[in-house]
């Protein structure tokens, strides 16, 4: 099991941007794929991005591709979250997770290993 804690979130104009830090205590973190996920309110958890081990294969959802990047430093056991381009609708919990099954990893289900979340409000 895999302790994930995210930071960086935090209140932000449109147009603006943010960084997401995700920080694993784990020996190895290029062992694990990693993903971030949000939520809306009453909604389910919504794949934003996930970089796999190894080459460092990198997805994106469909509403965040080309304003999202994420990234991983196996030195630091980091990942990251570069949010630009920021609109009212990314406003949502963010949530770091890890995983070394080799299901997608779009769905949620695939991950072993989750944050506490951090929250992410982008003002009109």
């Known amino acids: 099991q895999v302790q994930l804690v995210e930071s960086g979130g935090g209140l932000v104009q449109a147009g603006g941007s943010l960084r997401l830090s995700c920080a694993a205590s784990?020996?190895?973190?290029?062992?694990?794929?990693m993903g971030w996920f949000r939520q809306h309110p009453g909604e389910e958890r919504e794949f934003v991005a996930a970089?796999?081990?190894?080459?460092?294969?990198?997805d994106y959802g469909v509403s965040v591709k080309g304003r999202f990047t994420i990234s991983r430093d196996d030195t630091r056991n980091t990942v990251y979250l570069q949010m630009n381009s920021l609109i009212p609708e990314d406003t949502a919990v963010y949530y770091c997770?890890?995983?070394?099954?080799?299901?997608?990893?779009?769905?949620?289900?695939?991950?072993?290993?989750w944050g506490q979340g951090t929250q992410v409000t982008v003002s009109s």
């Open positions: 970089i796999s081990w190894g080459p460092g294969i990198k």
């Open positions: 997770a890890a995983k070394t099954s080799r299901t997608s990893a779009v769905f949620a289900w695939s991950y072993s290993s």
């Open positions: 784990v020996r190895t973190l290029s062992n694990y794929a």
